[in-house]
């Protein structure tokens, strides 16, 4: 007998024809507690969906073993954001089948009238940080977002506001095909002032473009920065390529600065983190004012000092050092080093040619494969009616690679 996994839409009264059919015949129902209440009525026993997903698998292979008629029934569709892939992955495909329901974000787009091919959706159910919500923002104009209790509408207006201001709207979709349904569109200002219903989804509309769009090679002069305390655009370059980012990478920019080479690199690494580590206050403040003006939602800030703010960060597998070997360079590096992803990458700038001399010296302890690149560019300057090319400092970039095993 096959196992049938039924999606029951927004609402059961509206499933199709062919669902209905599968749940009358069933003689073994499982789902949500609040699901199953929508069939209190209906003969069949009834196993709670809410119980460690090994143990119901147990008791529906149990069942099925039996020759009894066993249907899985789920909000929404089963194969999005739902439970039919774990299902699936236990039970065997060949012991499953997969009835498909109306998803609520097909259902949001269908109230919104917009097409939904393009939405990008998120689900923050159990998520402690909005890094899914950030990298949908940085890619698509539309994002669905499934809420919970801890990430209600309210606190994700509050999130995106902390991060680039008012760039978006947003609208709130409550008690989706229900009595109940309400559908409103809101400033991040106003939604953050406001409750609404536990069952509700957001889909969030970017109204507005950053002040500097985000990307590689922007302009120094469009950062918020102390002067001469940004890693030059030449030098910016030159350590994106080397660090050889991929979308999912996990990125230490220390010893940030204004944050320019972190917020560049977070529209490479767009479904990754970064991480934006600054100790001087003021500093912070640019870095902060730098994400708003480019939208780089996914950039996060750690106010602290090294090595001492590093051990609540995730292990990074790309780490840039533009700031703070010239004092610890030991015990930063050692901190790096061992923390650094196997397979992972090393790009740190040295001015001074004994900070170049120890950390190579560390990293020959390590036994990491390296090699050191000058850059040294320069850029026009006027004078005299002409152009002249005023030189930037040299730069030793060091670049090492954490061997595997």
């Known amino acids: 007998m096959t196992i049938h996994i039924v999606g029951l839409g927004q609402n059961p009264e509206n499933i ?60 929404g569709d089963p194969l999005f954001f739902g439970i039919a892939e774990a299902l699936v992955d236990r039970l065997g495909a060949d012991e499953t ?150 979308p999912e990478s996990v990125l230490w920019d220390l010893g940030a600065g204004c944050g320019a080479l972190g917020i560049e690199a977070s529209s490479v690494a767009y479904n990754g983190r970064v991480f934006c580590v600054e100790k001087n206050a003021n500093r912070v403040a640019m870095i902060r004012e730098n994400i708003r003006r480019t939208g780089a939602y996914l950039a996060e800030i750690v106010h602290g000092t090294m090595p001492g703010c590093l051990p609540d960060l995730p292990d990074p597998d790309r780490v840039f050092i533009g700031g703070g070997l010239t004092q610890d360079a030991d015990t930063l590096l050692g901190v790096v080093c061992a923390r650094l992803r196997p397979g992972g990458r090393l790009v740190a700038h040295a001015v001074l040619l004994d900070t170049l001399t120890r950390a190579r010296q560390i990293l020959d302890e390590c036994d990491w494969p390296y090699s050191v690149t000058l850059i040294q560019a320069g850029e026009s300057a006027p004078l005299a009616g002409d152009l002249r090319i005023a030189a930037h400092n040299p730069v030793f970039a060091l670049i090492a690679d954490k061997p595997d095993a």
């Open 16 to 75: 199709p024809d062919n669902s209905r059919t599968l749940i009358d015949m069933a003689q073994v129902l499982c789902a949500t507690q609040d699901d199953l209440a929508c069939f209190d009525d209906h003969p069949a026993e009834k196993i709670p969906l809410d119980a460690p997903i090994d143990e119901v698998c147990a008791q529906l292979s149990a069942r099925q073993s039996d020759g009894l008629e066993v249907v899985v029934l789920t909000g």
């Open 97 to 246: 089948r997969v009835h498909p329901g109306v998803t609520i974000v097909q259902t949001a787009a269908a109230r919104l009238r917009i097409p939904w091919q393009d939405v990008r959706t998120v689900s923050l159910g159990g998520q402690d940080d909005n890094q899914p919500l950030f990298s949908a923002l940085l890619q698509s104009r539309w994002v669905a977002v499934y809420t919970d209790a801890r990430n209600i509408p309210s606190a994700i207006a509050q999130s995106i506001l902390d991060k680039s201001g008012d760039t978006h709207r947003m609208w709130v979709l409550e008690d989706l095909e229900d009595d109940r349904e309400r559908i409103d569109r809101y400033t991040l200002g106003e939604a953050r002032k406001k409750s609404f219903s536990p069952r509700s989804i957001v889909m969030l509309e970017r109204v507005a473009q950053p002040e500097v769009p985000l990307g590689l090679g922007t302009p120094d002069d469009l950062f918020m920065r102390e002067t001469g305390l940004i890693t030059k655009g030449p030098a910016r370059a030159v350590a994106i390529a080397a660090l050889r980012l991929r």
